[in-house]
C-alpha cells in the first residue's frame, strides 16, 4: 500500500518568513495530494489539494508543487502569519484511498 | 454546506469497558471513513464505506473494532472491550469521489 514520510517533523519560522514542508509517496498510482491543516482540539481541514496532471499550484499564500517522477511534493507557505502555527499533514490518495504524512507542527513567532 | 458532525466530543471510560463513537456525513457524499489518530501521529485509517458497504477494513482491529453504515447515510464506530491503547482522537470523514476529504472535529477517547 501507499507509504508517505513527511518532513521536518516540527518547524519554526518567524513571522514573514516562508515555511516549507516536503513530502514522498511510495505509490505511483497516486494521483490526488492534499494538505490539511489541524488545529488544536479539531479535524484536520483542507487547505489546498494537487492531482497528478497539474506541477504546481497557488492560492494566496500557499502553494503546493508537485514532482510525479521523484514521486514528491511541497507546501509552501510565505509571508507567514502567527495564525498560520498548527499542525499540517500531506496525503497521498488513488481512488478515494488516502494515507497520510505524519505531520508538520509549525510555529511561527510573532 | 454543513460539515461532518460527530459525538460525543469527549469521552472518558475504564478499560475493558464499550463505547460507541456516531458520525453523521455530508449529504451527498457517498464515502465514509474512519480514522484513528494518536497523539503526535498522522490519521490512521480504520474502515472505509462506500454508500453501506465496506471497501477497506484491513486495519481495523476486528477482534474489539467494528463499524456500521446500515443505511449508507451516517455511521456508528464501537469499540468492545476497550485498552488503554485505545486511547486516542477518532475522525470521521467524508468525501465525494477522488477529492478531499471534510474531516469532523472527532471523538477524543481516555480509557483509564
Not at chain 2, 465514509?32 to 454508500?51: E, V
Request: net charge neutral; hydrophobic share 30%.
Amino acid at each position: 500500500g501507499e507509504n508517505v514520510e513527511q518532513h521536518p517533523s516540527t518547524l519554526s519560522v518567524q513571522e514573514g518568513d516562508s515555511a516549507v514542508i516536503k513530502c514522498t509517496y511510495s505509490d505511483s498510482a497516486s494521483n490526488y495530494f492534499p494538505w490539511y491543516k489541524q488545529e488544536l482540539g479539531k479535524g484536520p481541514q483542507l487547505i489546498i489539494d494537487i492531482r497528478s496532471n497539474v506541477g504546481e499550484k497557488k492560492d494566496q499564500r500557499i502553494a503546493v508543487t508537485l514532482n510525479k517522477t521523484a514521486k514528491h511534493f511541497s507546501l509552501h507557505i510565505t509571508e507567514t502569519q502567527p495564525e498560520d502555527s498548527a499542525v499540517y499533514f500531506c496525503a497521498a490518495s488513488v481512488d478515494n484511498d488516502m494515507r497520510f504524512g505524519a505531520g508538520t507542527r509549525l510555529t511561527v513567532k510573532p | 454546506e454543513a460539515g461532518v458532525a460527530q459525538s460525543p466530543r469527549y469521552k472518558i471510560i475504564e478499560k475493558r469497558q464499550s463505547v460507541a463513537f456516531w458520525c453523521n456525513p455530508i449529504s451527498g457524499h457517498a464515502t465514509l471513513y474512519w480514522y484513528q489518530q494518536i497523539l503526535g501521529q498522522g490519521p490512521k485509517l480504520l474502515i472505509q464505506f462506500q454508500n453501506n458497504g465496506v471497501v477497506d477494513d484491513s486495519q481495523l482491529p476486528k477482534d474489539r473494532f467494528s463499524a456500521e453504515r446500515l443505511k449508507g447515510v451516517d455511521s456508528t464506530l464501537k469499540i468492545q472491550p476497550a485498552k488503554l491503547e485505545d486511547s486516542a482522537v477518532y475522525l470521521c470523514a467524508s468525501s465525494h469521489r477522488n477529492s478531499g476529504y471534510t474531516f469532523g472535529s472527532g471523538t477524543r477517547l481516555t480509557v483509564v
